[in-house]
C-alpha cells in the first residue's frame, strides 16, 4: 500500500516543529501492518538534502523521501503550492512498477488527501484517509495568539471527506463533527483508537528515572510533553503552577517541560521562558529539550504527573504514553483525551483552562498521594487498550471494507499499457 504523509516524516523527531503524534502513528502502524504481511510504501517531503531517495524504515517498511520545493525554509502554510510537484513524484514513483503496484492509498491529513485523491482516480484503487486534525474544530477552540486556520484548508478538507471511499477517525466525537460540519457519510466512517507503544511505555522505578534525568527526588513533578505552541498550552499549566506555589509556597513543586517550538510558538520560542519569570516561578520549571523514545518513556516514569491542558485534541497520545508508564493524567476535557483518560480513575479531566480550576485539580492529586498512588496502578491497566497491534487491527478492517465496497467509475482512469505489463508479466510480449 501507499501511506502519504506530506508534511511530516515518519523518521523525524516528534515534539518539536511540525512533527507529532501524526508522525508517530504512520510509523507505528506501519511497522504493525509490516508485521501482518502488508508492504507499506510511506511517501513524505524530502526536507534535507541528506534525505536518500528511498529509506528502509524497517522490513516492509520503505519511506520515500519525494523532492517537492526547497529542502528547508517552507512552513506547512505554505505546502499547498508543492502538492503538485509532491503528486508528481508519487505518480512518477508508481509508473516505474507494474501497473497495480499498489493495491490501496491511505492518505494522512487533508494535505495528503489531496494527492491521494488523485492517486486514487489515477491508480484506480481505494482511498482511506484519516484527517488527524480539522481546520473547523480547531478554529473553534483556538487559543490566545492562535492563529486561524485558513478558510481554503476547511474547503481542501471538505473536498478529501467527500472523495475518500473511507474515512478513518481516533474517536466516535470526531466522528459526528465530519458528519455534522463536513457532511460525511457516517456509513462510510470508521472509528480506530491510536496505540501507543507498550513494550516501550510500561511502569518502572520512579526514582531511577528521576537519578537518570539529573531531578530530585524529593519534589513534586509535574510534566508537559508536547510541541511548544499556543494550542497545546504549557501556559495554562505554568499559571496553575504558579497559583499553587502563591497558595503554599512550601509545596515542592517542579514543572518540566518536554518539547520544542512548533507552528505559531516558533514566532516567540522563549515565550515560556518569560512567562516562567514573569510569574516567578524560573526556579521551579526545568526545561527539556524533545526526547527519543527511551528517554521519553524515563520522563514520564519521573513525574508524578503528566499534564496536558491542550485547546483542542483530536486524540492525545501524550496522555496514552504517561498512563502506560504508570503516571496519572490531568486533561483538558476536550477532543480525544475524554477517551484517553478516565477521571476520577487514571487521572483527571478538568473543564476549560482557568488557572484555579487547573490549580485546584492539580493540588487534589498532589496533596492525596493515596488517591495518586490508586490511579497511577489503574493507569497502565487503561493504556493497555491502546496498542499499536489493536491499531492496525482496525486498520486492516477499514482497509477490507474500502476494497469490498470499491468500483472503478469512469472519472479513475488507471494508466494505459495495463494489458501490455500483463502480457509482458506472462511472458506474451518481449521487450
Ligand atoms: N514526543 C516525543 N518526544 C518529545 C515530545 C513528544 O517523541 O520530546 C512524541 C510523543 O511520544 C507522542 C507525540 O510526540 O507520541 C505527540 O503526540 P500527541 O498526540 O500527544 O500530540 P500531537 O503532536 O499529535 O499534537
Not at 184 to 212: C, F, H, N, S, W
Amino acid at each position: 500500500m501507499a501511506v502519504l504523509s506530506v508534511h511530516t516524516s515518519p523518521l523525524a523527531q516528534p515534539g518539536t516543529g511540525d512533527a507529532g503524534g501524526m508522525n508517530v502513528y504512520v510509523l507505528q502502524s506501519a511497522l504493525q501492518l509490516a508485521r501482518r504481511g502488508v508492504e507499506v510504501e510511506i511517501f513524505t517531503r524530502a526536507t534535507s538534502s541528506a534525505d536518500a531517495p528511498v529509506v528502509e524504515a524497517a522490513p516492509g517498511v520503505l519511506v520515500r523521501n519525494v523532492v517537492a520545493g526547497p529542502f528547508e525554509g517552507l512552513d506547512k502554510h505554505d505546502l499547498p503550492t508543492q502538492l503538485c510537484a509532491f503528486t508528481a513524484g508519487v505518480l512518477r514513483e508508481e509508473a516505474h512498477h507494474e501497473p497495480g503496484y499498489y493495491d490501496l492509498v491511505h492518505s494522512h491529513y487533508w494535505l495528503s488527501g489531496q494527492v491521494g485523491w488523485l492517486a486514487r482516480d489515477r491508480w484506480g484503487v481505494p482511498l482511506v484517509h484519516t484527517a488527524h486534525t480539522l481546520a473547523a474544530v480547531k478554529n473553534a477552540a483556538l487559543a490566545d495568539g492562535d492563529v486561524p486556520e485558513p478558510a481554503a484548508r476547511q474547503i481542501g478538507e471538505q473536498q478529501v471527506v467527500a472523495e475518500a471511499d473511507r474515512l478513518i477517525t481516533n474517536t466516535a466525537d470526531e466522528s459526528r463533527q465530519l458528519v455534522d460540519i463536513y457532511g460525511a457519510d457516517p456509513r462510510r466512517i470508521d472509528v480506530v483508537a491510536p496505540g501507543a507503544d507498550l513494550t516501550r511505555y510500561r511502569p518502572g522505578d520512579k526514582a531511577a528515572a528521576r537519578a537518570e534525568l539529573g531531578l530530585n527526588p524529593n519534589e513534586l513533578i509535574v510534566t508537559f510533553v508536547g510541541r511548544i505552541q499556543p494550542l497545546k498550552a504549557p501556559d495554562v499549566l505554568l499559571r496553575a503552577a504558579a497559583a499553587l506555589v502563591e497558595r503554599e509556597p512550601a509545596l515542592p513543586l517542579r514543572i518540566v517541560i518536554v518539547g520544542g517550538p512548533s507552528g505559531t510558538g516558533l514566532d516567540r520560542p522563549d515565550s515560556l521562558i518569560d512567562l516562567a519569570a514573569s510569574l516567578g516561578i524560573t526556579a521551579r520549571v526545568t526545561f527539556l529539550p524533545p526526547q527519543p523514545p527511551e528517554r521519553l518513556a524515563q520522563v514520564y516514569r519521573a513525574a508524578d504527573l503528566v499534564a496536558v491542558p491542550s485547546y483542542s485534541e483530536s486524540f492525545g497520545l501524550v496522555a496514552i504514553e504517561a498512563q502506560a508508564c504508570g503516571t496519572p493524567v490531568v486533561a483538558a476535557d476536550v477532543g480525544g483525551l475524554g477517551v484517553a483518560v478516565r477521571s476520577g480513575e487514571t487521572g483527571l479531566l478538568v473543564p476549560g483552562h482557568r488557572t484555579d480550576d487547573w490549580a485546584d485539580a492539580l493540588h487534589s492529586l498532589l496533596a492525596d498521594p493515596g488517591r495518586l498512588a490508586e490511579m497511577a496502578l489503574r493507569a497502565p491497566l487503561h493504556a493497555e487498550d491502546f496498542s499499536w497491534e489493536h491499531t492496525a487491527d482496525g486498520l486492516l478492517e477499514s482497509y477490507k471494507r474500502a476494497n469490498a465496497s470499491f468500483r472503478r467509475l469512469p472519472e479513475h482512469t488507471p494508466r494505459r499499457g495495463r494489458g501490455l505489463w500483463k502480457l509482458r508479466r506472462m511472458g506474451g510480449v518481449r521487450t
